[in-house]
């Protein structure tokens, strides 16, 4: 059974770091892309960063975390990370990891549609 497991949410000021974690489990290939998505009370589910577990190890981000957010992977721990730096009042969202069907390559911001596995979430808070 497949499994993806977050953490690291949590308050944080305006301007700080947080970084999160998605341990996935149960599968049963290697090239699938996992991707972070954000839902912020009251709007839709939006795509946040993707990574290609496999070949180029592409990485896609969102016009709103470029430059702020960095997504990375330890194939070995079966871990995704999301760093998430300078950190403003409008990133506070439920935060969930993703991951896609087989042979499925992160090539541009995620879409919900393009994911078929899903963790419960781990809330961020940012405010003062």
């Known amino acids: 059974e497949v499994q993806l497991v977050e953490s690291g949410g949590g308050l944080v000021q305006p301007g700080g770091s947080l970084r999160l974690s998605c341990a996935a489990s149960g599968f049963t290939y290697d090239d699938y892309a996992i991707a972070w998505f954000r839902q912020a009370p009251g709007k839709e589910r939006e795509g946040v960063a993707c990574i290609s577990r496999t070949g180029d190890r592409s990485t896609r981000y969102a016009d709103s975390v470029k430059g702020r957010f960095t997504i990375s992977s330890d194939n070995a721990k079966n871990t995704v990370y999301l760093q998430m730096n300078s950190l403003k009042p409008e990133d506070t969202a439920a935060y969930y990891c993703?991951?896609?069907?087989?042979?499925?390559?992160?090539?541009?911001?995620?879409?919900?549609?393009?994911?078929?596995?899903w963790g419960q979430g781990t809330q961020v808070t940012v405010s003062s």
């Open positions: 993703a991951a896609s069907s087989p042979y499925w390559y992160c090539s541009g911001v995620p879409r919900e549609f393009e994911y078929d596995y």
